[in-house]
């Protein structure tokens, strides 16, 4: 009588299908794993092969699996291949049937050995899995690679175009920043006695006005002489290739408006340019103008030829957010390249307009940053120094003050809308120095600029 009624409670708690009494005393599903002979390295993914026999005379249907740690580094699955994951998930095994499944699992650190897991699913003989996995507390090996400014745009390293003085930063390392070294005059660089394990190399920002052409690489150290090496090619800035200029048909508008765009670019290559294309709005930001993912004759997945010496003008419309009156305006951000993703070193058009709304207060402290940590410390801060607020509408002076003994800036009851904050002797250590006056989430947070002579 229990062994009867615990049968049924499983069967009413899973919904699952009726259970053949042929198979009532063993499992229905047996699940085997295996993530093949070859170490694994920490940080790279890797495929675990799940093979799911069914033991009955019954299909097995919405059949997913799952992991339980057991001990040793924790395993993390970053591809079910159907089997688990979502609400969606599930599989269906014919009877008698064996079906195999490849998922794909990381390590993302070493915790006291080996991954030891097991694999389960309801009414199965679960799967234990060992996976070989390099320890990167005894194996070291080097890392090296080459940056170079492929002047020919032919996509290899030739000779002479190594870039000297780039910074190569390793990624991976553990906690903190990442490591780093400075190019050599042939542009090659080398780390040495690294942890076992999979890194990521990026050298932005470049030498000379030099751009990295594509996303972060990898580097796999296994232990092995001379290691892995990498070729990291930059180009030149296809600003320098295309110049491109925006404006609004007026500065000032109301929500919901129509807004005319016109963009204007020009190739000053020398040569044709094919496949050109723009896109805007890269943060999705609720202040940006609306309406331009319908302009296909210039965005993504369309684009525009340029002919060697020819100048192009599109008019393009729009329409004003409502978050704009938090803000006191909205804006437009567009580049444009040969790719539809965003890419260092592309022609930018930043346009802004304003919409009326109260006037704000901003405030926060000017710096210079010496030890580059990102953080005020004592001596840094720019006091005693002029400081301009500059629309940037139309370029004007909004406002002005000095610096006080802490490098403080407060400027009160100002027009709301977006600013820079210009130093007297200063230029932004970054991008820009900019700030916004209004209601809007962050309009009324204090800030911390960096600037250098």
């Not at 030829?305 to 008019?315: C, I, N, P, S, Y």
């Amino acid at each position: 009588m229990r062994r009867l009624f615990a049968v049924l409670a499983a069967v009413l708690t899973t919904a699952a299908l009726t259970v053949p009494a042929a198979h009532a005393d063993g499992p229905r599903l047996i699940i085997t794993a295996s993530a093949g002979g070859a170490a694994q390295l920490v940080g790279k993914p890797f495929p675990i092969t799940l093979t799911l026999t069914n033991t009955t005379d019954q299909p097995l249907t919405k059949v997913t699996v799952w992991d339980e740690h057991l001990s040793g580094s924790w395993l993390s699955i970053q591809d079910w291949a159907g089997l688990g994951g979502s609400p969606q998930a599930g599989v269906t095994l014919d009877p008698g049937a064996t079906r195999t499944f490849t998922i794909t699992a990381i390590v993302w650190s070493w915790n006291s050995g080996v991954p030891q897991e097991r694999f389960r699913s309801d009414w199965a003989q679960g799967g234990d899995l060992v996976v070989p996995l390099l320890d990167p507390t005894t194996t070291h090996g080097p890392a090296s690679g080459v940056v170079y400014g492929d002047r020919n745009e032919n996509g290899a390293f030739d000779a002479g175009e190594g870039l000297p003085g780039a910074v190569a930063y390793l990624y991976g390392t553990g906690p903190g920043n990442p490591i780093e070294a400075t190019t050599d005059a042939g542009g090659r660089f080398t780390f040495t006695g690294l942890p076992a394990q999979r890194y990521g190399v990026s050298t932005r920002p470049l030498p000379d006005g030099w751009v990295n052409d594509g996303p972060q690489q990898y580097v796999d150290v296994d232990g092995s002489a001379p290691g892995p090496a990498v070729q990291v090619r930059a180009l030149r800035p296809f600003s320098e290739k295309v110049h491109a200029t925006g404006s609004f048909d007026r500065g000032t508008y109301q929500v919901g408006d129509t807004v005319q765009v016109t963009f204007t670019l020009t190739n000053v290559s020398g040569g044709d340019l094919h496949g050109i294309t723009g896109g805007c709005d890269r943060f999705g930001s609720s202040d940006h103008l609306l309406g331009w993912d319908g302009w296909t004759d210039i965005t993504a997945p369309g684009g525009f030829d340029l002919a060697a010496g020819q100048t192009r003008t599109f008019t393009e419309t729009g329409t004003v957010p409502e978050a704009a009156t938090t803000y006191g305006s909205f804006y437009l951000a567009c580049d444009f390249g040969p790719n539809p993703g965003p890419g260092d070193g592309q022609p930018r058009v930043d346009l802004f307009a304003h919409v009326p709304a109260p006037p704000g207060a901003t405030a926060g402290v000017i710096y210079h940053d010496d030890n580059g940590n990102y953080t005020v410390d004592p001596g840094e801060p720019i006091t005693g120094t002029a400081v301009e607020l500059v629309d940037r509408v139309d370029g004007s002076v909004t406002a002005t003050t000095v610096s006080d003994a802490q490098g403080h800036v407060a400027f009160v009851s100002v027009p709301a809308g977006p600013y820079s904050v210009r130093v007297d002797g200063w230029r932004p250590a970054d991008d820009a120095a900019d700030v916004a006056v209004g209601t809007c989430w962050n309009c009324g947070q204090e800030w911390d600029l960096r600037y250098q002579r």
